[in-house]
């Protein structure tokens, strides 16, 4: 069973640049949630996607939006690049039908906007 | 305020000492409730996942929620200097589609 995996590792933008952000969800996993981590802080839900469409959305402009394809992998995208963007972004990925609510992160992408 | 509070230390502890990381919260809609552990660099992983009140015990680790008085605990009996990590407590309300929110971490030294 291969775990969560994000693209790229670590990425450098400068303010008002675009970004995107790929997660590879869980083996068996049909829901992606992505999440903004600040230095020193909790994770912050973004949004979650269920069968390729957006189901919840955290308090974030919609200069942040995604995409979830059929193999239920997902892209984060950024627009208009604010230097408070810079953060740790994370996927996590869980199968809808189980009712543990568990959610697997994976390593996440550290985004620098300069 | 924030929905979800924690101390943020940092906590250093001797090897073998018992840990309790606390948070609470304000939303009595909260209906499930776990524990995250981050080591620098990686993402979150699951140490342990209630909804009722009570205590649930997994080897040295015991989860603890109080609903009545919006509080949940974390102990870890034995620590370890391989425990030293961020904690991050998370909470998801009922009928939220799984939208986790987190407390800000306590970030945890066990020293050997």
């Known amino acids: 069973e291969t775990g969560v995996t994000q693209s790229p590792t670590h990425l450098i933008k400068t303010r008002g640049q675009q970004v995107t952000l790929r997660c590879s969800s869980q083996s068996g996993h049909n829901t992606v949630s992505w999440y903004q981590q600040a230095l020193g802080q909790g994770p912050q839900f973004i949004f979650q996607y269920y069968r390729e469409e957006e189901n919840g959305r955290g308090n974030f402009p919609p200069r942040f939006s995604g995409l979830q394809f059929p193999n239920y992998s997902s892209e984060l995208n950024v627009n208009a690049l604010e230097l408070d963007d810079s953060a740790l972004y994370l996927c996590a990925s869980s199968h809808s039908g189980r009712t543990n609510n568990e959610q697997f992160f994976g390593p996440g992408t550290r985004l620098t906007v300069l | 305020q924030k929905e979800v509070e924690q101390d943020p230390g940092p906590l250093s502890v001797p090897e073998g000492a018992i840990v309790s990381l606390n948070c609470t919260y304000s939303n009595s809609a909260f209906q499930y409730f776990m524990w995250y552990r981050q080591y620098s ?55 939220s589609a799984r939208q986790l929110t987190f407390g800000s971490g306590t970030q945890l030294t066990v020293l050997p």
């Open chain 2, 41 to 95: 660099r990686k993402g979150p992983e699951l140490l342990m996942y209630t909804y009722s009140s009570g205590n649930k015990e997994d080897g040295r680790f015991t989860a603890q929620v109080d609903k009545s008085s919006k509080y949940i605990s974390l102990f870890i009996r034995d620590s370890q200097p391989s425990d030293s990590a961020t904690y991050l407590c998370a909470m998801i309300l009922s009928g």
